[in-house]
């Protein structure tokens, strides 16, 4: 088995995916090294080359100037892989989706707010065909590896289509709802080890929602843990905004 | 000579997201020298209006990867000041781990992963691999303990969800904190050890003074909190970053550069090394002078020599928090957190691996973010890079084509830019 | 149809029989003091699992020192099962080249204070690892712990509900049951295994009779107003009677289908498997995990249908395991009331709820004795070492059928014939892959080699695609229940109408050839194959032998879309069968195809008056372990990869998850 060619790639994003994905022990990416050859990783390396078997893409897509090489990169690859929430599901990126352009331009560049060219934020597959994808926010270091070795084994990803609950619930949480905080970890897909419920967080859902949600009992659950609507609405907008049935 | 240089190096590989350095040289003269960050703005401080002050921190994070840690604790910080809230030792001990976590990360990789290639002629790590494995293994080994200590302080390094304002919704057990210490104590014998690889490499010999800034609190190689110090004009008050860093227009240019006294100034680990060297370890100082590397060093290739020295610091100073909290009593408390809104206006001022960051968010009365406003360290450096291209190419022009190129991402790359974090885009040029 | 006019059913029935404590090891007493002090002794021989507190939560955890041991019980997020039944274990280890080795992590353990709910739904666990298959991994465990648990003598919170079904009172599941007296806990020994632990390791005394009956008054006193459940012996057929009641659709549309209420349950034992090789690609392991009815996907298999695709399917499917299909096997409620699910469902449903809602909305009419089985003094079966390890087979002859379709002929390394019944399936394994059930296309036979039709759609299957003649890969079986010998017996002299769709020939073909060695035998054979498209058939160059076969035999074909050389039938399956010549009580059917099919095959025959009895079919469902221990294959509580893929029709008439 020839080593499959593995590219990187970054858009509007924080890159912490990229960087997420080399945290490994050393001898865990010494032995990834051995299984793919990553050939293009801007962050890190400075090689380049022509054609990949894998691509993963971070970031989402905010202006129409990055489309172009968007599809280039598509045109170069086998497969292509959106990795993490950014490319995903638009990620934090799309939070100013919410908000009328003209807003947000002047709010941070008051006096030029043309200087520079912005749309809404969308995630990669609105405009080229994603094979695959690796979610979160950061993506998780195991789930990459986990996902990179499937690929190459020639399996499904593998990326879990049940909730964050699951994984709270086996690693025996107390439930954040009964210490006073809110959480979106019933509609949102495990993978994460239920990372924020058991690190004294929350889950805000930034693995984005498992294939059928039920918003109607979710938001049922907020309010009854009194949450008004805006507080609600808010908690959702995070990493939600592709799912429009949700506002 | 009637040589003609034009260059234009895109997307430079190496550094936090998307930069271009264009360079045109007709017979000796510079005609155009840019250094321009081509990443696409993302408008984190009109994403934060309206949100509730629990979510500034955990929004801000995602303006960057690499310094994640470093823009929640900027934004806690700035909340906390507008709050008027003060930090319990417990709280500042677990900041320090956290902050210190994310050092080891950002540092090693940048002196191993984006810097070191370079001066052994390789492309990148990854044929250091076969060549210097040692040398890979233990860098990989460093970043690891950050990446770890942040899994153990905040949930992860990247994007941690426990800090939180006035408190950390999660403790370390005692067995946690000695496996920290442990960590620490043995990256810093790996680090001691291996000097002789940062020591060997030959950097360019150029210098050119410029206005260093940092943060300064006496007593202390302040990273976490304390006033500004410029090495021109000495301490102002945090409260009077805007000051620092005031913004400004270049003619012909839509674009707006960053200067205090002199049309640029530099911050990241070379200011703090500058600025506040008589407070580091005893074990850095002395790391500091095998490097060769004394206060007040000019030659902006030597930040990453600093980076080493700081690593140094930040390990003892990680042993020194660790076992602080050791000696409280066991197991430690979540601490309670009573977090009652102010209207008004927070600032919060950190050192973060590239240099000093500054929150700044207007709250209304219930608690939700007015206006904000964030500088980042590389958009500060933005006009400095460039003064220091400007300066150097004259020095080089001789070489061949790829020899500057190569030099000049040697030095855009020494400053280590993260350029992700173009919350706020001091410096562009738009590319046409 | 309306739900209450269906509810008025004749029940017959007299009260359950009430359970039999073992006696005959009687009662003692210890100072609790003394008691600690022998557990403090004994951490250095035993891992001790109590209830404890860890990081701010009170949890059932392996403790260091018996100081740690909280003796006033708090629930619990999750129930001791996780001792036995871990969230997540490794059960084979595995080498690319092929070293295959069971693991069990086991080692002595005492399960200390444990609460009667949890006694009862170890009851539960030790009958469902052990019936028709031994679990090994839950069986060691459970043989290496002695457990000793603490009865209650008040409700622990306003959630529990044990006293609903009899719970709170302990009749086995435990080694020994404390009682707590204040200084001292009165002993009750239940097993030879805690006997010989108390013999060995703790001071006893008699019991002090008084101290104890001041107990016992104590816990009536407690427990006095609270009621079980009235018909608590009925809820088995209340349930039954009121699938369509509308209270499953209201509390379906709360449910999160989060899957919380399944994972805190001390009586549900699902679990999924995965194939994960390290990172080196060399070394592997298959991992199971617990797994949930409620969660969306539980039911669905590679292919794309999902046999439990409504959340209300799953809602009605869990509570009726607990107070239907458990119960109706064993007379005791698989659920036990331990609360555990309410507490940790946010929308708050609750089987209490649900259970008092469908008496509430039942008439009984009390009869005769139940019949079930007791759990009491459940034997714990052999546990089967090799239960879930493959053996090698080579493949020895690639064919391909169609785009999707190949035929594999496989071969036992070990040289035996695989011995299978027509309708049977094997488990086929790729390391580092997975595992994949594959129902037997060849006919039964003394030769170690037998053929796969096997259609690319999971992981396992696509990968069989790029295999190669002379490639290795495991088998686990034969499992089912096929046609078996009754079935071929009565099949006698009859006239057999075997029914495909789709993919449906390939398990249909071991049978058909089977009969079409003696077609002398049977009455006559018709074989009707439908299909999208002529280019999809199976077996094409089989089928057109038949088709000349004459005699007795004949083959009808039709297809969904024809093309030009197509000279048969043209429409779906169902068209072929008017025309049929059947003489109804002369005719066997037999049914093998898409699910959908069934039912439009099955109103066919019953137009064409062919009696249920004179029915078989195999039916599809999700599998992973084959052996009657995952879950995924069950249909109401029937376990398809136990009772089926073959079913005799009236077996599953009246099952609505059937067809
Ligand atoms: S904390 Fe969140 S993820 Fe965990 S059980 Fe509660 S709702 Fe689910
Ligand atoms: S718990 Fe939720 S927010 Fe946290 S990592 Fe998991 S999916 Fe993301
Ligand atoms: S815990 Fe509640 S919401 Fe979740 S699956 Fe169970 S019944 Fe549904
Ligand atoms: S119980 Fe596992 S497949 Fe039937």
Known sequence: MSKPTVAFFDFASCEGCQLSAINLAPQQLLELLEVIDIVEFREALSEKAYHYDITLIEGSITRKSDIPRLQDIRNRSDLVVAFGACAHIGGINALKNFQRPEEYKKAVYPDTPDLFETDIARSIDAFIKVDAFIPGCPIDTDEFVRVVKNIVLGKNPDIPDYPVCVECKQRENVCVYELGLTCLGPVIRAGCGARCPSNGGYCYGCRGTIPEPNIYGQKDVMRQYHLTHDQMMDQFKLFLNHNKEVF | MGRIINLDIRHITRIEGHGNIRLNVRDGKIEACHFDIVEAPRFFEAMIRGRHFDEAALITSRICGICSVGHQLASLAATEDAFGLSLSTQEKCLRRLLNAGEYFESHTLHIYFLAIPDFVGAKSVLPLVKTHRDVVVHALKLKKYGHDIGDIIGGRLVHPMASNVQAMTKTPTEKELFSIIGWMQEAKMELMLNVTTLANLSLPDFNRDTEYISLYKPGTYALLEGDIFSSDTGVASYKSYRELTQEYAIPNSTAKRCKHTRDSFMVGALARFNNNYQWLSDNAKSVAERLNLTPKCTNPYKNTLAQYVELIHLADDAIDAAQTLIAMAQPLKVEERIVSPVAGIGIGSIEVPRGILYHEYAYNEKGFIKTANCVIPTGQNGQNIENDMRALVPQIVDKTDEEITLMLEMLVRAYDPCISCSTHLLDVEIIR | MGWLSQIIKRLVRTSPQKPVTPTGFGMVQTRKEDLFASLGTLLSRYRIAALTERKGKILFDYINDPREIILDYQP??????????????????????????????????????????????????????????????????????????????????????????????????????????????????????????????????????????????????????????????????????????????????????????????????????????????????????????????????????????????????????????????????????????????????????????????????????????????????????????????????????????????????????????????????????????????????????????????????????????????????????????????????????????????????????????????????????????????????????????????????????????????????????PDLDMVSDETIAIIVGPPIMYKFVLRSLKERHIPPENIYMSLERRMKCGVGKCGHCQIEGIYVCQKGPVFHYPDIEDKEEAI
């Open chain 3, 76 to 577: 619990t997020v999750l129930s001791p099962k996780k001792f036995f039944f871990p969230q997540e274990e490794v059960f084979l280890e595995y080498t690319a080249n092929g070293k295959i080795n069971p693991k069990i992590d086991f080692q002595d353990t005492i399960l200390f204070g444990i609460r009667p709910c949890d006694t009862n739904a170890i009851k539960i666990l030790d009958e469902a690892f052990s019936e028709s298959n031994g679990d090994p991994n839950y069986l060691t465990k459970r043989e290496h712990t002695i457990v000793i648990a603490i009865d209650c003598h008040k409700l622990c919170d306003e959630q529990g509900f044990c006293y609903k079904t009899h719970s709170q009172n302990v009749t086995g599941g435990a080694d020994i049951l404390l009682f707590d007296m204040g200084t001292d806990f009165a002993i009750k020994i239940f097993t030879q295994k805690g006997k010989d632990f108390i013999d060995e390791y703790l001071n006893t005394k008699a019991l002090d009779p008084n101290l104890f009956k001041a107990y016992q008054e104590r816990r009536h006193d407690a427990f006095k107003d609270l009621k079980p459940f009235p018909h608590l012996e009925y809820l088995p057929e209340i349930f039954e009677n009121q699938k369509d009641h509308p209270f499953w659709a209201s509390e379906a549309k709360r449910c999160l289908s989060c899957g919380s209420c399944i994972f805190v349950c001390p009586t549900c034992y699902c679990f999924d498997v995965a194939d994960e090789f390290a990172l080196n690609l060399h070394e592997g392991e298959r991992i199971r995990r617990w797994d949930a009815c409620m969660l969306h996907s539980f039911a669905k298999v590679a292919g794309g249908e999902n046999f439990r695709q409504e959340t209300e399917n799953r809602v009605r499917h869990r509570i009726n395991k607990k107070f239907n299909y458990l119960m109706s096997k064993h007379g005791q409620s698989g659920c036990v009331g331990c609360g555990r699910c309410v507490r940790a469902c946010l929308v708050k449903i609750s089987p209490k709820v649900i259970a008092e809602t469908l008496i509430a909305d039942n008439n009984v009419i009390e009869g005769s004795a139940p019949d079930v089985q007791p759990l009491e003094n459940h034997h714990i079966k052999e546990r089967d070492i090799r239960l879930y390890v493959p053996e090698k087979a080579t493949l020895t002859r690639i064919i391909k059928m169609t785009d999707k379709e190949t035929l594999y002929e496989v071969e036992l390394a070990s040289g035996r014939p695989l011995g299978h019944e027509p309708g049977q399936f094997v488990q086929v394994s790729l390391l580092g892959i997975g595992e994949a059930p594959i129902s037997i296309s060849s006919e039964p036979s003394n030769e170690p080699r037998f053929e796969l039709c096997v259609r690319a759609v999971g992981d396992v299957t696509h990968k069989m695609s790029e295999l190669n003649v002379g490639d290795t890969l495991y088998i686990r079986g034969p499992f089912g229940h096929g046609f078996d010998a009754d079935i071929l017996e009565r099949m006698k002299n009859k006239h057999l109408v075997f029914i495909s769709g789709g993919l449906g020939y390939a398990p249909m073909r071991s049978l058909v050839n089977l009969v079409l060695q003696t077609p002398e035998h049977y009455k006559k054979i018709s074989i009707l194959n439908g299909c999208k498209t002529p280019e999809d058939r199976l077996f094409k160059d089989e089928l057109a032998n038949i088709s000349k076969m004459g005699g007795n035999v004949e083959l009808l074909e039709t297809v969904d879309c024809a093309d030009e050389q197509w000279t048969c039938g043209v429409g779906v399956i169902t068209t072929l069968l």
